[in-house]
């Protein structure tokens, strides 16, 4: 079956940097895109950033343009967001998530999820 593995998290001080991964397997992964998503306490899940299945294409929230950057290595079976200038209001649980011929927003066209990973920054 599909698993999303992610790693990465833990906790940093504000302006700090952290490299999420998710690692991916039962799937076709060359055919999949791959998002990031967040959920912090008491709040819904929201997007961060996706990636098409080639790679070619990036889309992120507002909220994280200029300090995230998400990629991919379909050798590896691994997607990665890079999050830089980490501000407080980045801390929340990040999902990583895959979608059959899909790289859009909407966190209802993701099939696949993994468990998540804590980030924390403080400030």
């Known amino acids: 079956q599909v698993q999303l593995v992610e790693s990465g998290g833990g906790l940093v001080q504000a302006g700090g940097s952290l490299r999420l991964s998710c690692a991916a397997s039962g799937l076709t992964f060359s055919i999949y895109g791959m998002g990031w998503f967040r959920q912090a306490p008491g709040k819904e899940r929201e997007f961060v950033a996706v990636?098409?299945?080639?790679?070619?294409?990036?889309y992120y929230a507002d909220s994280v343009k200029g300090r995230f950057t998400i990629s991919r290595d379909n050798a590896k079976n691994t997607v990665y967001l890079q999050m830089n200038s980490l501000k407080p209001e980045d801390t929340a649980v990040y999902y990583c998530a895959g979608s059959k011929l899909y790289a859009g927003s909407d966190p209802r066209r993701f099939g696949s999820w993994g468990q998540g990973t804590q980030v924390t920054v403080s400030s």
């Open positions: 990636i098409r299945w080639s790679g070619t294409t990036t």
